[in-house]
């Protein structure tokens, strides 16, 4: 039977509890067991796919194509969990599931109401995901507190009840903030914020207090005596360089024996060398390469939170510091190009959606493709790449997506959907993972290493076979296909040192243990250009 650990956050919000239920998964994987991390969002949206990124930052695709929250990418690349749909629950999607159970007549003619039928379906939906594994974490989104959490917080204390108080461990993330006026830690919003717990029924066994300063002990003991929890279970979450640092501080703190010693479990040895290998690397890069990234959002970097990940992983694969160089597309629009790319050794465009900005993109890719600077195009950066070659090297100067300019005569991406006439938002995207088949000889499969891979989608158009023999006529080359045939997933420039661009997301699977092959190859021909400048 499986053990639950419940991750509850209190006094504010943006306190890093995604970080924190990786790192616990990660310890304990460290430790040779086998665990699942889950997360639960008070919210109203059936998932985040609609949400904008201002709002609610990346959409992180699984492999099973739900769009679910950004921390569902710290729980993957911080543990070897491959997330499916049921690793991220939302409110909405809770109610949904209730309300239409009510429609099919399952409650027989009862009163259907939040206890016990929407904590019920919380806790189905918990349990469900404990099934094959040792230790279950649970991050409930949100701060203690706020009206949404609350059936989510009766789930879990009623789920302690069902479990038993031995197979149940309530983790909650808490803020001491420092006073610098009188240089003093303060414990109070802890304590309040654990109260608000306890008046819920939830008496939480550890605390992790986030501060600037590390707790001293007597600190540590005057919270564990409001609080109520022994002094050991006092962790200081102390702010780090590098979140990677997390699980390392963490296991200093001996957070890991503190969890394995409450729920009762064997105290196996603890293996991180591996990460501490990675963290070191991380820490002591060789040498830097700067990477330009030319995007829509990038005053707000969550919106980014995968692909900056992979790069910085793709650094140090490369034991490289990679500096990123935010750009806002309609800079360039009204600066022009050089100004802002002339001191970048690599260009990348991400994905994105609507019309703001794209001028701005096609720049730099033509930038990067004449000035012979790595380019690498992820989903839209990769059909504006594509239509980029079309208008400037093929000959079709209006070629464009139907996405932007819906009457084009060249649409060189179009949206396969239209047939299906379905215009609702949510689901009718290609999501999740494709198999691939890569051409021999290409950047690709070179990067690869191998000749079929798996990668995740979340976009609705998609290159227009039409103008295939075309363009390969004029040096584009296709180097990733469907199996089918039907869907163009790669393409690259021959006469060019490194420019790519692939209709999928590599970031959503590039890990420290595992970093991804293209984001590999990227920086590494992106360091390339930066040392032959400097020599020449
Ligand atoms: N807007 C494009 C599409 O829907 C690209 C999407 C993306 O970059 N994720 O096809």
Request: aromatic letters at 10%.
């Amino acid at each position: 039977m499986a053990k639950y650990i419940f991750i509850t956050g209190g006094v504010v919000s943006s306190l890093g509890k995604g970080i924190a239920a990786s790192s616990v998964g990660c310890l304990l994987e460290s430790r040779g067991f086998k665990v699942s991390i889950q997360k639960l969002d008070p919210y109203i949206n059936v998932d985040p796919g609609t949400m904008s990124p201002f709002q609610h930052g990346e959409v992180f695709v699984t492999e099973d194509g739900a769009e679910t929250d950004l921390d569902l990418g710290h729980y993957e690349r911080f543990t070897s969990q491959i997330s499916s749909k049921g690793n991220n629950y939302t409110a909405g999607r809770i109610y949904l599931q209730v309300i239409e159970k009510e429609r099919r007549g399952d409650y027989l003619g009862g009163t259907v109401q939040v206890v016990p039928h929407i904590t019920n379906e919380i806790k189905e939906a918990i349990k469900e995901k404990a099934k094959d594994v040792d230790v279950s974490i649970i991050e409930i989104g949100g701060t203690v507190g706020d009206i949404e959490s609350l059936p989510f917080l009766e789930a879990i204390r009623q789920l302690q009840l069902d479990e038993g108080q031995a197979n149940t461990l309530f983790i909650h993330l808490t803020l001491v903030p420092y006073i610098r006026a009188s240089h003093e830690l303060k414990t109070k919003p802890t304590q309040h914020s654990v109260k608000e717990l306890l008046s819920i029924g939830i008496q939480p066994d550890i605390l992790l207090c986030r501060t600037e300063h590390p707790l001293p002990m007597d600190m540590k003991a005057k919270i564990a005596l409001f609080c109520n929890v022994k002094e050991e279970a006092v962790i200081t979450a102390r702010d780090v360089e590098h979140v990677y640092e997390v699980p390392l501080y963490f296991a200093d703190e001996g957070l890991d024996y503190i969890i394995l010693k409450y729920l009762g479990l064997p105290l196996n040895e603890r293996k991180l060398d591996k990460w501490e290998n990675f963290v070191s690397k991380l820490k002591h890069p060789e040498d830097s390469v700067r990477i330009g990234i030319v995007g829509k959002y990038i005053k707000y970097e969550d919106s980014y939170k995968s692909l900056k990940e992979a790069l910085v992983i793709g650094g140090v694969a490369n034991n490289l510091m990679v500096e990123l160089k935010w750009i806002e597309a309609e800079d360039i629009e009204k600066e022009g190009t050089s100004s802002q790319l002339s001191d970048v050794d690599g260009i990348l465009v991400p994905g994105g959606f609507g019309e703001r900005g794209i001028d701005g993109k096609v720049m730099a890719i033509t930038y990067a493709r004449e000035k012979k600077i790595p380019f690498f195009g992820i989903c839209l950066g990769m059909q504006l790449a594509t239509i980029e070659y079309a208008r400037n090297v093929s000959g079709l100067s209006d070629a464009h997506s139907t996405e932007f300019e819906k009457e084009t005569k060249n649409p060189i991406f179009y949206k396969l959907r239209d047939l299906l006439q379905d215009e609702t938002y949510g689901g009718n995207m290609r999501l999740g993972a494709y198999e691939c088949v890569l051409k021999e000889g290409s950047l690709a499969e070179k990067a690869y290493g191998m000749k079929r891979v798996f990668e995740r989608h979340r976009h609705r158009y998609e290159f227009n076979p039409a103008y295939k023999d075309l363009l390969e006529q004029k040096g584009m080359a296709i180097t990733g296909i469907s199996p089918d045939n039907k869907f163009v997933e790669i393409v690259e420039i021959k006469d060019h040192p490194w420019f790519l661009g692939c209709q999928f997301h590599p970031e959503f699977k590039s890990k420290p243990l595992n970093p991804h092959p293209l984001f590999r190859e990227f920086i590494k021909a992106s360091y390339r250009n930066r040392m032959e400048k400097s020599n020449g």
